[in-house]
C-alpha cells in the first residue's frame, strides 16, 4: 500500500527482457541507499517488487500483464520514473491510499500555468471515468491528485510548483503517456452496491415466486 506521496525521482539505466516481461535497472537518491530485496516499491505508480539491490540502484521484475497495462512498456535508459516505497504501519497518510495496481494508461491532453499553479489535463480511458469525481483523488504516474474538473474524459488538476519539482511531472510534455490509479474507495462502493443490486432482485424473485 502507498500512499502517492512521491519519495524520490529514479532513473532507468538499463532495460532487460526476461520470459516475456522486463527487468529494470534503476538508480535512485532515496534515504534507505540499499532497498531490501523483497520489498515493494512504487514505480511511476506501478508496484512492483526489489529482486536486486545495492547502494543508490535496484533491479525489479516487470511482469507481462503490467506490460500490458501500463506505461512502464516505454521503460527505456535514461527515464525518469516517480518512486514510492510501501507504507509503513504508523505512518502518517498524507495522500491518500494508493494500492499501486494501476487501472490504465491516460494520456496528456494539456499543459498550462495559471499564476503560481499549473494546470494539467489528462484524458482518461473511458472505462475508468465512473470512478472519477469532481474533487476526488486519483493517481497519476504513483502522484496523489485531486481532480478539479470533470468534463467528458478529460479530467483537470491543478498542481503546485514543488510537486511539478520533486516528481517527473515537471519534465512530462502533451502526448505523453502516464500511469492511472483510480480511487481505492470508488471501486469498493461500486463492488457494494453491484452486490445489493443482485441481492435485491433475488430477494424480489424469491418473494414473487412464493405469492404464486
Known amino acids: ?14 532495460v532487460a527482457s526476461k520470459a516475456g ?5 534503476i538508480s535512485h537518491s532515496l534515504s534507505e541507499p540499499v532497498i531490501p530485496v523483497g520489498e515493494s516499491i512504487a514505480v511511476n505508480g506501478a508496484c512492483l517488487t526489489v529482486v ?29 520514473v516517480n ?39 489528462f484524458e482518461l480511458p473511458l472505462n475508468l471515468l465512473r470512478y472519477v469525481a469532481v474533487k476526488g483523488s486519483v493517481a497519476i504516474d504513483g502522484i496523489s491528485l485531486t481532480v478539479a474538473e470533470l468534463h467528458e474524459n478529460i479530467i483537470s488538476v491543478a498542481v503546485i510548483p514543488h510537486t511539478a519539482t520533486v516528481t517527473t511531472l515537471g519534465d512530462k510534455r502533451v502526448g505523453d503517456e ?20 443482485v441481492q435485491k432482485k433475488e430477494d424480489s424473485s424469491t418473494l414473487i415466486a412464493a405469492l404464486w
Do not use: C
Open 52 to 80: 536486486e539491490s545495492g547502494e543508490g540502484w535496484f533491479k525489479a521484475d516487470v511482469s507481462p500483464e503490467t506490460i500490458k497495462r501500463t506505461s512502464l512498456k516505454n521503460a527505456r535508459p535514461g527515464i525518469k
Open 1 to 14: 500500500m502507498f500512499t502517492g506521496l512521491v519519495e524520490g525521482v529514479g532513473e532507468v539505466v538499463d
Open 178 to 197: 502516464v500511469n492511472v490509479e483510480v480511487d481505492l474507495v470508488a471501486r469498493y462502493l461500486e463492488s457494494l452496491l453491484q452486490n445489493y443490486t
Open 83 to 121: 518512486l514510492e516505497r510501501a507504507l509503513a504501519v504508523g505512518d502518517r497518510l498524507h495522500g491518500h491510499l494508493v494500492t499501486g495496481h494501476i487501472d490504465g494508461v491516460g494520456i496528456i491532453a494539456d499543459i498550462k500555468g495559471e499564476g503560481e499553479f499549473i494546470v494539467y489535463r
Open 21 to 25: 516481461g522486463l527487468v529494470l535497472n
